[in-house]
């Protein structure tokens, strides 16, 4: 596959399908939230085999964008398939979680085993972030829909701001680590394999982290978002960890503060297979396809049209929300 | 480079191991249920059409129309397709339990007072959530 190719595929056919596809569906999408009868749904257009089929396409698709763009896949997951698929906003939200967590669950093993996520930073600042992404997934589930896919509209165009603005510190430097995070021995040392030698660590902000990863989690568990878009600027710029070490700390939290919304959309039974699964088998394949496009791809144009597509889905779920 | 500094320490190591074999299991899992579920390998406990005619409905509603469990009820019905697929992906979100089970095992073992803490109050966290005392229900 030529470069040339791989550009196009990103920047023509991406924005091309977000934009021709929720025509057919967008109706529906609006009346879902009240319940109207069946009759009028698009649903009944295709069959469901073709909404599963497209979803598992969809997914793939946004897999190969979400690493070449280097987000998490959860984040893309929910504002763009709650605007083209006649999916319920809880069901998209509850599948997204288990995106987000199946992504995290099989990234997570490598990135251990080869030192680069820490278990002591990732555990003192999921255990805080679990337990508010229950009390997230709890108000998410109980709020009327038209209000969560206003804050979700808010939320995502928030993050694309986030994303356009954010700046990256490859190895912040620290003067002197904090007292908590001596306390609970979080430091460490990875080879850097660019410069060919061990990087020491140190972080300092603890508490300042912690009180971020509550809201964090809140909001990874109220609207379904993975929430790398928020974890690895707190990791890399708030508490000074390397950003390699920030990235892949942020995966394993993600698993952890996941899984607890994760039971919460299980049992309110948010999550269904239908959905759920297509979704998670074509990111998990479009994952590795994009680790391989990598090199092969424009990174910066791919994050152009990601950031694009944000706060277009964005924008669209705030008029939704209004009803517009 | 020294290879003895960037080697990940006992209990990572342990994590990343186990979080390995439970996650590898969980895709084969998710899999394996949504085969069964879609060839209606199984019978369904709801046809799959009737699931897509009304997944324009919120959770609570698809439910009270389907007279769906909510809760840890499904397990009652394990032998329906649709209901092996879901729980393939209840095995998923407890993945990370068995992990932190695994390495508070191993920080308890190294006398480590703190993670043993920690990684026990996240286990209960998960386990809380998992217990369906809240969530469940309408």
Redesign the interface.
């Known amino acids: 596959m030529s470069l040339k190719f791989c550009n196009w595929l990103f920047l023509l056919v991406v924005p091309a399908v977000l934009f021709f596809l929720p025509e057919i569906v967008f109706a529906a999408d609006v009346v879902s939230s009240e319940g109207i009868a069946a009759e009028s749904l698009p649903s009944e257009g295709f069959a469901w085999w073709v909404w599963v089929l497209l979803l598992f396409v969809f997914s793939f698709f946004l897999g190969i964008i979400a690493v070449v763009a280097g987000v998490g896949g959860g984040v893309l997951y929910v504002p763009i398939v709650s605007s083209l698929f006649p999916f319920h906003l809880d069901f998209v939200r509850g599948a997204g979680l288990m995106v987000a967590l199946a992504g995290a669950l099989s990234a997570g093993a490598p990135l251990l085993n080869k030192g680069l996520a820490n278990l002591r930073l990732a555990l003192s600042m999921a255990l805080i972030g679990s337990i508010s992404s229950i009390f997230g997934a709890l108000v998410g589930l109980a709020l009327p829909a038209h209000i969560i896919q206003l804050s979700l509209g808010f939320t995502i165009v928030f993050i694309a701001i986030i994303m356009l603005m954010a700046k990256k510190s490859e190895f912040p430097e620290i003067s002197a680590p904090d007292k908590l995070s001596q306390i609970l021995h979080i430091h460490g040392i990875y080879y850097e394999a660019s410069l060919n030698k061990d990087i020491d660590w140190q972080i300092h902000r603890t508490p300042v982290g912690l009180v971020l990863f509550v809201i964090i989690g809140f909001m990874a568990g109220m609207f379904g978002l993975g929430a790398g878009w928020a974890n690895v600027p707190v990791f890399n710029l708030v508490l000074g960890a390397p950003l390699k070490v920030s990235v892949a700390t942020s995966v394993f939290v993600l698993s952890v503060n996941d899984t607890a919304a994760a039971w919460i959309y299980l049992h309110k039974g948010a999550v269904l297979p239908l959905i759920a699964v297509p979704s998670i088998a074509g990111m998990m394949l479009g994952t590795k396809i994009g680790a391989k496009l990598l090199t092969r791809v424009k990174t910066k144009s791919v994050r152009v049209i990601v950031i694009t597509l944000l706060l277009l889905a964005g924008f669209r779920a705030i008029l939704k929300g209004f009803g517009i | ?3 003895k ?5 006992n ?3 342990v ?3 186990v ?2 074999w ?3 299991l ?2 084969v899992f ?2 394996l ?2 085969a069964i ?2 060839f209606e390998l199984f019978p369904l406990k709801v046809p ?2 009737d ?13 009270r129309q389907f007279h ?1 469990p ?3 009820a499904w397990v009652n019905d394990m032998l329906h397709g ?1 209901v092996l ?2 729980a ?3 095995y ?2 407890g ?3 068995i992990c ?1 089970a695994a ?1 508070a095992v191993v920080f308890f073992r190294e006398k480590n007072v ?2 043993t803490t ?2 026990f ?2 286990i209960l ?2 386990v ?3 217990s ?1 005392i ?3 229900g ?1």
Do not use: K
Not at chain 2, 5 to 9: A, G, L, T, V
Not at chain 2, 57 to 62: I, S
């Open positions: 480079m020294n290879e500094h960037s080697r990940p320490d209990a990572q190591r994590y990343g191991q979080l390995h439970v996650s590898t969980g895709i998710v899999i249920g949504f579920y879609i799959i059409s699931i897509a005619h009304n997944w324009h409905l919120g959770a609570e509603e698809l439910n769906l909510t809760g840890w649709d697929s879901f393939s992906i209840v998923l979100s993945a990370t339990i932190l390495v703190i993670y920690i990684a109050l996240q966290v998960l809380f959530a998992a369906g809240i969530g469940s309408h």
